[in-house]
């Protein structure tokens, strides 16, 4: 499961397969070596852009300027540099909720 990386400055890299206008917003599983997200917001205007960096956050417990989109503004894949949170955490985090 090759979904995390760590930065050479502590943050972590973390590959996201978003599934813009779905019917809520939740950790939907692994695809592809990522994560699969679920978001409700439609792929227009940056509006699934915005709506996963409130969703990481939120999820994550960590603030909306610590979850920066690194790659993929218009694709389904992304990656989103989360600071202030360890590679371990985010992993445990996600393979808790995919199992829950």
């Known amino acids: 499961l090759l979904f995390t990386s760590t930065m050479k400055d502590g943050s ?3 590959s996201v397969h978003v599934q813009p ?3 809520r917003n939740r950790i939907a599983g692994i695809y592809d070596q990522a994560v699969k997200v679920n978001i409700t917001a439609p792929p227009v205007d ?3 852009n915005k709506a996963m ?3 990481l956050s939120d999820f994550f417990g960590i603030t909306k300027k610590d979850v920066t989109l690194h790659a993929g503004a ?3 894949k ?3 540099i989360l600071s202030g949170i ?5 992993r445990d985090r996600v393979l ?3 199992e829950s």
């Open 78 to 80: 992304k990656r989103f």
């Open 53 to 55: 960096v409130s969703f």
């Open 46 to 48: 940056g509006k699934a």
């Open 86 to 90: 360890s590679e371990r955490e985010v």
């Open 96 to 98: 808790e909720e995919i």
């Open 21 to 23: 206008k779905s019917s």
């Open 74 to 76: 218009q694709a389904r």
């Open 12 to 14: 972590v890299l973390l």
